[in-house]
Structure formats: structure tokens, C-alpha cells
């Protein structure tokens, strides 16, 4: 077994100390925010060159397509590709070869890039003899999905103790059939297969499971299953394609009952293969299969190994010596990660107990590159995780370069040092369209080398802070700005980002209540920092935090929004008392959507008289908006009247409207469980299980052009309207991404800048093409509906290929016209009001209400005390 530790992993470590310099980033700032970092000659800069790989197919030939990274061998970067090719009108279902409409291939590229050779894996396979060996026997029996070891699943063909005898009684205890009826049976089946029944053709009845890099070689794990089941190990050289060996693995057989569960893959690590298989059910775990390089088995199921720990997910397995792999355990119920560990010396596994308070970095980001380690890749870079000194080390930070940070993490490292960095793989910017199937990933590699001084050089540091993760359009936008920009540099700071505030649990009440806590947390902390001057210069996405909205935190950019050519009853929308402390950028709408045949004409929302009559006559009973509890419901309500509840500081819940919501609930709304019925879509059709009346209505909390289109392709009176209010308020406004400025910040027409790049048609124009949300800028926002019309007029052509057009009606689809996106603009412009929410009022609400709806308080009670609590709140935050 090679030496673990590495002599280079030392020299990176050594050489990697004195680089260790931010960039930039909150709390790292020194004094107020007027002593923006200047970016000088010698602070870290690495020049990216990001290559697109040509695909060895075109993706349009393909009803499905995808690729995947797999990982180097012999100096050759290996990628794997499956598809489906479209299956012709004619074609015979019972005699088709279902291998001659699949594609699964191998592509190799050289390190910079070029396709130097595909391999085709069908062809490989069913061109073997390893079928040969088949006892004819099992081609005459049925198909045998079972779980095997290899590929996918686990064989568990032997029985359970007592489970022979119970079978065997069974047989007894069945009552003879007469000879006439066994006369029946066998002429059905000599008239439906003839004198010579047709054998299974097992090259018809395989898939591939895990492909893996071997030393020079890949092996690719194929199961057939045929008869009792058979597993292949093909071994094949990249570099021409060849089959090294091909040759059947013996199974694992256990009594072990793994009936819920499924493979996740086969990881090798140190010359040994570990394939993990998750259990579901009431206590979730793993069944580990560890093969040494003799190919000797062995079976650890984590129930019993690990039997206190709940485990629903094992992302990977590290080595932290020759001979132990650690691998990190997401636990139910419980926000702390755990590690478990394998000897592979002594074939043990059990729960990893030292200390390991030293990790700071997200589990799932964990990976090991030879000759450098253990290390995590986060969204703020890379990190060295040394397990015997238990210590971390940042060996790389993106601020070091204008990368796309959406991109990368969707990349793997296949090479490092300390002048260059190396990541491949397919990326994915998300096509934003629920009818648009072809393969829109890109193959990259990714080379980043040390420059030998920062071209930025000069320009001025602005701190950009997201408080959720950074999407694809928001990552561009950064880079975008970054180059164009002569004097100004953006910098990104993820320590207010809500998952680090959070902390959850298995109770769906508590994970909501920890989800406010966290959500109260960080506005605290976020706010404390702005006043300070320490917090960053723009705040993204950052709406549902209330406590934000004033002059102390932010700036008032009301005077610098434009007046034409923008959703601009959005942005009015968005104010707090006449000031816009917070752009949106994208945007959707909350509502019921239902047909203006049902409701009155003009009507824009329901009071709840007007809800309760709707949901009985209309809905039959069923109420399209409760899917969770009366709390849940109340605080929807709730959220959407909250500016009759609070009026320049000042708290009042005693007035008819919060009473009349509050009786509302009580009265009418019930618990509901979601597994009853599907969750809320924004189809009308929507809700209902399979067989019932399609539904009249349905509730929405993010309805944009894309989530509608199907809906006003089969009516022409598609409508959103607001949910059960006091006032019959119409539909609300839900802010998906936004963005601000501190008002602390010494750069606000820097800021400006960038906000500007964030509004520019380009850029709208990503967020509409790989989002499902509503661009604000207008020219955008019909740029990316017409598209969205057209694939969805493509989905409906291409369904006549499988389905008549009588069925195709059946279904609700029908090709749709450009002026349903007018229609959908008219439903923007009706909308007059953001959702807001305030994490710590919200919280109040929900320890105080259940009193009343239970019965124990009465409403006035409720109120005295909710009242006094957020007033008190409220003074205190000030």
C-alpha cells in the first residue's frame, strides 16, 4: 500500500503559509466601512482559463442526455455520458432492442481539453462473452431486479430464518386447481407463446452501476439480471478503448433485510472498493460493503455497528491514514454531523469518537486528491483538513480570482500546487424551464495559475454579504462587474448566510421554530455589524428580514431607480413608507390561481366570508390553501395583513381585522398531513389525487410566467387572486432575489454600479433562462417568456410521438399563443404589496396563537399578551 502521507502534501502545506492573506471579507475589515481595502501588487491573484469541452454528441439527437465526471486515468480526463435517443412512431414494442435507442459512453480527453476517444459501453459489453456462461436455464425464468452487490444493488437471495418452511406451507395450504382449469391455463399459454417459447436475451437485461478509475484503468460495474442475477467487473483501458477483462463477481448473499433501500455507489479508496447502500424507513442507516484487493467481501450494516445513530446520508469516504477511511454521517434529528471509520486492517467499523470541534467546514464538501489530502470545497474555497493534528488550513480562497462560484462547485479538483489549480467536470447553470429536457451542461476545465501580479491592482474593495446561497446568475453578475469595472472590486462574504444560524431538527414545529430563531439571529448580528460600520457595502437577498428596512442599516435608493423599462409597480411595491431600501431582482406572485369564471367579476382577492363561500361551493370542501396546520395558515394570513397591524413602531392586534382572522382560522381551518394529497402546485389541475375531479383552485406562494403557462394554455380565464384577508387585498409580491447598500457603506455609487449590472437586460435575462422566478426588467422578462412559450409548444408537438392527439387533449395540453404573456403582465401590474416578514413578531405568533385555537385562552387574553410582547420587542430593538 503506497505511503499515506505524502512528501509533497508537506512541501504545499510549507509553501502555502505565506499566501494565506484574504482578499477581503467581513470581520476581517479593520476600522469603518470608509477604509475600503485597496487592492495592491502583491495580494493573491490567480489568471483562470476556463475551457469548454466538445461533447462527443449533439444533445438535440437525445430525448435525454448527461454527462459526468468520472476522474483521470493515464493522464486522460474521463467523462461518462447516457442518453436516450427518441423511439420511432412505428416501432414494434414487443421486438424492439431497447440497447439500439440507449447510448451510454465513455468520452477521453487529453489534459487540455481535446476528445481524443469515445468508448462505447454498450457496445463493449454486449460484445463480451461474459453472457455466454449463463446457465440456459435462468433465460427461460423471469427477470430478477433484486439488490446485488455490484452496480446498484444488494443480492439478498437467501432466506430469512423460518422463511423456507413459511413458503413451503403456503404451497401445501393452497387449494388443487381442477384439470380443467390447468387445461385453460396451459391453452392460453400455448396461444400466446407458441410451441417454442423465446428466451431472455441477456444482453438485453443489464445495466452499468459504478464507473471507476483504477490506477490506469476504468471499471465499470455491470449487473444482468437475468435468472438469480449476475455481476461483471469490466475492466478497459482509456486510452484505446480496449477491454482489459470482463468477468463475473461473486455475489454478497446475507439474510440482512435491505428490501427498502438502494444503492448510492461505489467509492475506492486505498485500493479497496466501498459500496454504500441507504436504508430508509423509521430509522434510516447504511449497509457498508468493503472488497479488498483480493476481492474478499466484507458486510457492515451500521444499524448494528452503529445502532444509537439514525443516518440518513454517508456523501463520502476520506482516508485519513494507510489504513483507516473516515466518512462523515448527516444525523436525523440532530443538527451536529458525526464520523464514522473503518479499519480496514482489522475490518471494523464503528463510530469515529475523537474530537472534532476543529471541523468547521460543510461535510458535504469533503474530498481527497492524492498527493494533497483530506480537503473541503466550500462556496468561499478550498480547505486542508489534517485529522491526525486535527486542524484546518485554507489552502485556497476564490477571492483570488473572478470565478464563477456557482460554476465550481459543481467542478472537481483533479489537480494542485501551489501555482496552479486544475478542476473538471459538467456544470449545469439550471435551464429555468419545467418543459425543456435537452442537455444544456457544459464539459469545463477550469485551470487557475498564480499570476505574477494582480492586474486588479488599485481598484477599490466593495464587500458583497448573501444571506442565501449564491445562484448562478448572482455568481455571474459578480463576474461581470469585476471585469468591467476600472476602479472597483467585488469581494463576497458568505458569514451571514442562513445555514450557519440554523439549526434543525426532526420536528417539523421545531425546524420552523429553529428556522426563525436563526432567521432572528441573523438580522441581529447583520445589524449590529451594519450600524458598527464592520458589515458589508451590499446585502443580497436579503428581503424577508423586516428589521433591515430603515436608514440606519440601509440606503434609501428611491431617487436612483429607473423610470422606464421595469415591472416599476414592483419596486413601488417594495417600499417601507415611501423608501426603497431593497431592490428586487426577481420576483413571483402569492395567491390563489383559479378561473374568473368562479369568482366575481373585479374581484382581486377574497375577505374571508367571500374564502369561506368559495372553498364550500366552488372547491367542494376542500380548501386549496391549508395543506399544513391552523398555525401555518394563520401566520400566512398573518404575514400578508401585516401592515394594518403595525404603524410607525407602534403594535395594534385589538382592532376587527386580527379578530376576524383569528376567528377565521379557529373555525375553519383544520390540521392536514401533505401525504393526503399532492403538494400545492400551480396548475389547476393540481391537487387532487389520481382519478378525481381536477381541482379549481390551488394556492401558490412563488406562481411565476414559467410555473402558469400550462394553466393558460388549457384556459382562457386563468386568474391569481390574494389569499382570505379582512380587506379582500389582492395578490401578493414575493421578492426572489434583491439587492442593497449599506448605510455605512463610504462607496454608495460604486454599489449603485453594481445594482445597475444586477438590472441590466443581460444579466435579467440569466436569471430569467436558469431560474423559475420573473426577471423586473421588462424587456427581459418577454425575452425569456416567448422562450418559455416555445418550449412548451415543442413539449406538446413532441407528445403526439407517444401519445394520440385525443390522449394529448385528455392531458390539458394544448399549444399556447404569445398574448397569454400580456395577460400574465396584467396579473403583475394588479399587485400592490410585498410579503414581509419579521423573524421575532413571527416567532411570538406562533408560541401565542395555539392557546386560542385550542381553546385555552380566550382572543382578548391572546392579544393583551402578544401585544405587550412584541411592543416590548420592539422598543428594545429600536
Known sequence: ???????????????????????????????????????????????????????????????????????????????????????????????????????????????????????????????????????????????????????????????????????????EDEEPSSGEDEQEITDEEDIESGEDEELLDPRECWYSGGIEVDGDYITVDVYCYVGQGHDYL?????????????????????????????????????????????LWGDDSSYILVVTDPDGEQTVFDLREEIPDLSIYDIPNFIPVSDTEVIFPM??????????????????????????????????????????????????????????????????????????????????????????????????????????????????????????????????????????????????????VFNEQSSDYYISICNDYSLDKFVEYSDDDEDSTAAYLEASSQLTDQLAIDLMAGEGPDIILDATSFYQLNNDDYLLDVSDRIPSEGYFNNVFEASKIDGKLYQVPLTFAMEGIITRQSYVEDGQQGFTFDQYQEFVSDVCNGTDPMNNGTQLDFFVECFMAMNDQFINDGRVDYDNEAFRAMAEYVKDNVVDVYEDEYAMSGSMIDYGY??????????????????????????????????????????????????????????????????????????????????????????????????????????????????????????????????????????????CSQVASQDSAVITIVREEMPAYFSGQKEIDDVISVMEDRVQTFLDERG
Not at 461518462?80 to 421486438?95: E, L
Not at 477483462?245 to 466501498?274: L, R
Open 1 to 171: 500500500m503506497k505511503n499515506f502521507r505524502k512528501a509533497t502534501a508537506c512541501l504545499i502545506m510549507a509553501s502555502m503559509v505565506f499566501t494565506l492573506v484574504p482578499l477581503s471579507g467581513c470581520g476581517k475589515k479593520k476600522g469603518p466601512m470608509g477604509s475600503n481595502e485597496v487592492l495592491t501588487d502583491d495580494s493573491p491573484w490567480f489568471d483562470i482559463n476556463k475551457t469548454v469541452l466538445e461533447k462527443s454528441y449533439d444533445p438535440s439527437e437525445f430525448d435525454y442526455s448527461w454527462s459526468d465526471y468520472v476522474g483521470i486515468a493515464n493522464d486522460h480526463i474521463v467523462m461518462y455520458m447516457s442518453g436516450s435517443y427518441p423511439v420511432p412512431d412505428d416501432v414494434n414494442w414487443s421486438t424492439m432492442s431497447y440497447s439500439d435507442y440507449s447510448a451510454e459512453r465513455l468520452d477521453i480527453y487529453s489534459m487540455d481539453g481535446e476528445l481524443e476517444n469515445t468508448i462505447d459501453l454498450i457496445e463493449i459489453v454486449n460484445g463480451s462473452d461474459v453472457f455466454d456462461s449463463i446457465d440456459p436455464e435462468e433465460l427461460e425464468g423471469d427477470t430478477n431486479f433484486g439488490l446485488s452487490a455490484v452496480g446498484n444493488r444488494i443480492n439478498v437471495s437467501s432466506k430469512g430464518e423460518g422463511e423456507e418452511e413459511e413458503e413451503d406451507e403456503a404451497e
Open 234 to 278: 469490466f475492466t478497459i483501458d482509456p486510452s484505446d478503448g480496449s477491454l482489459i477483462s470482463a468477468e463475473e463477481v461473486e455475489q454478497v448473499s446475507s439474510g440482512i433485510d435491505i428490501e427498502d433501500g438502494s444503492s448510492e455507489g461505489t467509492t475506492v479508496v486505498n485500493g479497496y472498493s466501498i459500496e454504500k447502500f441507504w
Open 330 to 479: 448527516s444525523i436525523s434529528g440532530s443538527s451536529e454531523d458525526k464520523f464514522g471509520i473503518i479499519d480496514l486492517d482489522a475490518m471494523t467499523a464503528k463510530e469515529y469518537t475523537d474530537d472534532t470541534d476543529w471541523i468547521t467546514v460543510d461535510l458535504w464538501g469533503l474530498d481527497y486528491l492524492e498527493g494533497l489530502g483530506c480537503y473541503a470545497m466550500s462556496e468561499d474555497g478550498l480547505t486542508l483538513l489534517d485529522f491526525e493534528n486535527k486542524e484546518e488550513t485554507v489552502l485556497f480562497d476564490y477571492n483570488w480570482c473572478n470565478i464563477n462560484r456557482y460554476d465550481v462547485q459543481s467542478l472537481q479538483l483533479i489537480s494542485y500546487s501551489e501555482d496552479e489549480l486544475v478542476f473538471a467536470g459538467s456544470v449545469w447553470q439550471g435551464s429555468g424551464s419545467y418543459y425543456n429536457f435537452n442537455d444544456d451542461s457544459e464539459i469545463q476545465i477550469l485551470k487557475l495559475t498564480r499570476a505574477a501580479s494582480n492586474p486588479n491592482t488599485g481598484k477599490t474593495v466593495l464587500v458583497a454579504a448573501t444571506t442565501e446561497y449564491l445562484n448562478y446568475t448572482m455568481c455571474e453578475a459578480i463576474c
Open 689 to 830: 389525487p389520481e382519478g378525481e375531479e381536477e381541482s379549481p383552485a390551488t394556492y401558490d406562494s412563488y406562481a411565476s410566467f414559467k410555473s402558469l403557462i400550462e394553466s393558460f394554455a388549457k384556459y382562457d380565464d386563468v386568474t391569481i387572486l390574494g389569499i382570505p384577508s379582512y380587506d379582500g387585498r389582492g395578490p401578493l409580491l414575493a421578492v426572489g432575489s434583491s439587492a442593497a447598500i449599506s448605510a455605512q457603506t463610504q462607496e454608495p455609487d460604486a454599489c449603485w454600479s453594481f445594482i445597475e449590472t444586477l438590472l441590466s437586460e443581460d444579466i435579467q435575462t440569466i436569471y430569467g433562462t436558469s431560474d423559475y422566478c420573473t426577471p423586473v426588467n421588462l424587456a427581459a422578462f418577454e425575452n425569456t417568456g416567448h422562450d418559455a412559450i416555445d418550449d412548451y409548444n415543442a413539449y406538446v408537438a413532441d407528445a403526439t410521438r407517444w401519445a394520440t392527439e385525443a390522449d394529448i387533449r385528455e392531458m390539458g395540453l394544448y399549444e399556447i399563443d404569445d398574448s397569454c404573456i400580456d395577460d400574465f403582465k396584467a396579473m403583475i401590474e394588479s
